[in-house]
């Protein structure tokens, strides 16, 4: 193969997390679908794990959007008492309501969720167990969500570890390649508001700026949309994110089909990634 890629066996497609900007991961599905690109095997974090869950599930995009736009706010985070933590039920009856109360190894794709064990502070990987459990845990923000009960394990938002999960796929299933998707590639910039929940997802997003570079690390190619315009905390702009999401995917297409036939040179892998973690 010389300075080319070898054929991958097994390919991943990896989901990170950023709250609402989660959203765009439906048009990189999109974009996918259009090329007849699929996976089958999936890993995701906080939001990536939900959409990740659905992907496993054999859901289109198409399905995936018109479930998005029938979500509010109050539909995910039911406490009514202001700046204080809420129980994840809400995300579970998502999930519950559209994939069903199933195993993790009932879907249809290999999945793997990935959350953090506050009990032992380890990074969990789930391929089975309860789904909405996992994908509830994988998402429980601290400050935002009360931690969630799954097994032996209490959990919270997986991206307190590992935000880009692209280690994950081979560790668990073997995979020899790994695209993911970097939803909130400008983490970490902070923000003006004073909000009391403002404040609380910007430091957290500090905190996975570092973890963040081991998914680039790791990944093959990593997909980034554009989305510092939008709010992470809102779930506003469904249309404009999901193209975000399309758009980022098409102007990587032609590196994941030659990824995909092990013709992406090896000096072409990289180049899109680590320049912005240099400070």
Do not use: W
């Not at 970097?182 to 996975?208: F, H, P, W, Y």
């Amino acid at each position: 193969m010389g300075l080319f890629t070898k054929k991958p066996k097994k390919v991943a497609i990896v989901f990170g997390g950023g709250a609402a900007r989660g959203l765009a991961h439906i048009g990189v599905i999109k974009a996918l679908e259009e090329n007849d690109i699929s996976f089958d095997y999936v890993a995701g974090t906080s939001v990536g794990s939900l959409i990740g869950a659905f992907y496993a599930a054999g859901f289109s995009a198409e399905k995936m959007e018109k479930i998005a736009k029938s979500v509010k706010t109050r539909d995910i985070k039911k406490g009514l008492i202001p700046f204080t933590p809420s129980k994840t039920d809400g995300i579970k009856d998502i999930v519950k309501s559209h994939i069903g109360d199933i195993d993790v190894c009932e879907l249809g794709k290999k999945f793997c969720g990935v959350a953090v064990d506050v009990r032992t502070g380890n990074e969990i990987h789930f391929t089975n167990g309860n789904l909405a459990n996992i994908v509830a845990g994988s998402c429980a923000v601290p400050g935002v969500f009360l931690p969630v009960e799954e097994q032996e394990y209490l959990l919270y938002d997986g991206g307190l570890m590992n935000n880009i999960p692209s280690n994950v796929p081979n560790v668990v299933f073997g995979c020899d390649a790994v695209i993911a998707v970097d939803v909130n590639c400008t983490r970490g910039q902070g923000t003006q508001s004073e909000k009391v929940l403002d404040t609380i997802m910007a430091s957290i997003q500090i905190m996975m700026k570092s973890n963040s570079l081991k998914g680039y690390l790791h990944g093959d190619i990593v997909i980034q949309p554009d989305l510092k315009r939008f709010k992470s905390t809102k779930i506003d702009y469904i249309d404009e994110m999901i193209a975000e999401g399309y758009n980022a995917t098409i102007a990587q297409l032609e590196n994941i089909k030659l990824l995909l036939k092990g013709k992406l040179h090896k000096n072409n892998k990289k180049k899109f990634k680590v320049k912005k973690y240099i400070v």
